[in-house]
């Protein structure tokens, strides 16, 4: 079973193969000859599907094979578009039977007409036939002979990497410098041991030079050395040839015979005595190093092995000991990047003339620290050396063109060597705007609405959809942002050099449309984005019959229109404050739609025909929308459902029987009915409420509702996050509490007393993330929420009564904690043995600042990794914020682990000015 339905490289293929084999099941009543015709084109498209798997992997098709492999792309989805109309009809034939008379009788004109619709159909499908035959036919005629095909022997580009004369690098001695101590002898017993060094990093960060680098500096300590690069289908023999003829300093001819087994077992004779140094460089995966490793005896002899790789997961798969490290490759400071563009042109920036330094900031930050990057747009710089032509290169950058086919080829090899359900994954990010965060759900559950994540039965595609997300990351396709103490982000960004190479794959493959006012309207839109600078008459023009994805970023406040649209499977409106109500007007049209996000738009009001969009998947509403239609209650297919904490949800949501994840919702504000509907959701996953009661709210309403909640539990429910709102008439929650539910994860408390939630708060075996968000906190408190063993996140924003210490009987398992400091705060020794992270806001104008009420135990948090640190300005000079901040520095440094300090200020414009 393929892991996608629909993929930048066979478009909607799998999808449609499996609809027409749906269609030829007894369910769907379909004239003889229709079904002839249909198995027909299953058959056929089998075959043009293998044909688009096997020109996926090739990375420069001869123009006759691609320009067939686009056609029938494009074929795939004008086919799906037509059987989707197909099945529409046929589900809401077999939806609308009923039983009585008065029906069956009003059916029977009605029926006349489905003969017809019938024959119209069988007409479309032996359309459809004769449109794949002549596809066919067409490229028969045209076939190129495989002796004809154009040769590209690419010479490989590391090659200039490995041979790159010291004097013309930059940036290099301080990472250089780091490796060679990593590897060096420390003196002790772990210098006889076998090290092992991986540096990570994406394509074009400098990982062959850097370990060249080392390489030669480190080689004249060992007896034998070898520095081999691995391609992305390694012929395995060639390479271990290689090392045994450059260990034993001999000819390749003569390293003996072509034998896998034969190579790896003279090597590991030839080293058993030896001390060694060996670089793998540009490693692919995780099976091709295992192969190599076992080649590698460890010895006692301080034996070095060096390994680069654009995959985490292969960087640490060796990491088993104290002896494996992992470095991260980081792109060169803007200081550094602007010494070698300015050396590599004038020798030096002393010589760069006055007018040509503005442009080269900008082409600077395209390039964004990545010296390959910098090197290629030096070259075009060069020979251009005046301020026009300067400034045509800044503009030509923004594309694929201005990268140069250098660094597109190293960056290409990393989008080629991935599956292709990630591809797919990847190509989309180009649906967003330059520079933009992109936050991880709602990418998720579009790649799930767009048929990119296909799971097994029963497989949760958000879940198996983050693990795509992630796989991106580990492979530096993608820039995590937003990193917590598991390391995992909730949002990323993407390079600009690579998004511009992703967008040139795009262009080639009519995945997804950028425009422009020279803009092919004439190309048919599968995908289009409107990033808010298109001029309005190019707006107007779009037909976007046929776009499957139509993402909006703001300012636009304009839309093409939609009224065609029925094949949109994702629209995304999300923060367009410029659209409002009558944007939406006519959604009730798309009938295919998957996914809606109208969060942070100014549309408050849904239509009622939204109820007929019977295959919505996602809704995200605004905040602002105070009822949903009772029309909403009839989507079937609805899985995850985002509204605001005052939206009004539908009397009978009970029926919505598919839902898994609902948030963020007032159960007050509802129905008399809610709690007995919300026990219908036995499907619920995930569920986020706001216990905010009025008084009009008794007892009994309240008791349902947390029956319902374990009613959920007992079937599917596992997280369930809670935000209190609590006033001193609200006893139910301090008095009774809620029971122990094991969904519980996330407890919030927005107004009230700690004490009022302790016992609450202390039932629940899985809370993981607490947040006091205001009121009074006291010691005894802190030390109450430290007793919880599972809580892994604590955070305290509120004025404290008096100093707090941590001592080292709480908090066992805390990795993160967020304290906004009033009072004082103590770490005793022992204190929170697992904490990676520390958040802390300093409000400097609430303090009696000195440098001794900062020696607060900072140096006892043992697993202490970052720092992150908010200074509020307000009322102090900045004389003493600065101090403040080398009192932070000095801190930081003084820990053993010498964690990242990580420093932002605010208010800064109501400072105290400077005597």
Known sequence: MERFLVSAATGAMTSLLGKLGTMLTDEYKLLKDVRGDIEFLKDELEAMQTFLLVMAD??????????????????????????????????????????????????????????????????????????????????????????????????????????????????????RDELVKLMSDDGGELATQLTIVSIVGTGGLGKTTLARQVYNKLGANFDCRAFVSISRSPNMTKILSSILYQLRNQDQDHAGPGDPQFIIDHIREFLKDKRYLIVIDDIWDVPTWKLLECAFVKGCHGNRLMRTTRNNNVAISCCSSSRNLVYKIKPLSHADSKRLLFKRIFGGEESCPSNLKEASTDILRKCGGLPLAINVTSSLLATRKTEQKWNEVRSRITSAEGIGSHMKHILSMSYFYLPLYLRSCLLYLTMFPEDYEVQKECLVHRWISEGFICGKDGEDLVELGDTYFYELVNRNLIEPVEVDYNGKASSCRVHDIMLDLLIDLSNGENFSSLLSNKANLARRIRRLSLMGNEDEGIIEQLDVSHARSLGVFRPTKQLPSLMKSDVLHVLDLSGCRGLENHHVRDIGRLVQLRYLNIHGTSINELPKKIGDLEYLETLYVDPGMIVLPESVSRLKRLTRLY??????LPDVIGNMENLQELRSINPFLQSTSFPEELGKLINLRKLGIHWRTSRSVGSSYKEKLVSSLCKLENFNLRTLNISFWL???????????????????????????????????????????????????????????????????????????????ITSRG??????????????????????????????????????????????????LASLATIHVQIDCRAVKAADVAALVCVLKSMAVAHPNRPALKMRTICEEDMLPDE
């Open 58 to 175: 090739v990375e420069e098709p001869n123009p006759q094979a691609k320009l067939r492999a686009d056609a029938v792309r494009e074929l795939s989805y004008d086919i799906e578009e037509k059987i989707d109309k197909f099945m529409l009809f046929f589900n809401h034939e077999s939806s609308s039977k009923s039983k009585s008379i008065k029906e069956i009788l009003g059916k029977i004109k009605p029926k006349v007409l489905d003969i017809k619709t019938r024959h119209k159909i069988a007409k479309d499908v032996r359309d459809i036939k004769r449109t794949v035959e002549e596809t066919s036919k067409r490229y028969a005629r045209y076939q190129i002979d495989g002796s004809s095909m154009p040769r590209n022997n690419r010479v490989d580009p590391r090659l200039c990497a490995i041979y790159k004369d010291p004097s013309e690098l930059v940036g290099i001695d301080t990472p």
């Open 643 to 648: 509204v605001g904490t005052g939206t009004k």
């Open 727 to 805: 006033d001193e008439e609200d006893d139910f929650i301090r008095d009774f509490g809620f029971p122990r539910l094991n969904s519980v994860r996330t407890i919030r408390l927005w107004v009230g007393k700690f004490c009022w939630i302790a016992k609450c708060m202390l039932s629940h075996a899985n809370l993981q993330d607490l947040g006091i968000m205001s009121g009074k906190i006291e010691q005894q408190d802190v030390e109450t929420a430290g007793s919880i063993s599972t809580l892994a996140e604590f955070g305290v924003f509120p004025a404290c009564e008096g100093p707090v210490t």
């Open 811 to 860: 908090f066992q398992q805390l990795q993160e904690f967020r304290f906004t400091w009033f009072n004082g705060l103590m770490f005793e020794a022992g204190a929170m043995p697992n904490l990676k992270e520390l958040a802390l806001t300093i409000p400097m104008y609430m303090l009696n600042y000195s440098e001794s009420c900062f020696d607060f135990g900072i140096q006892h």
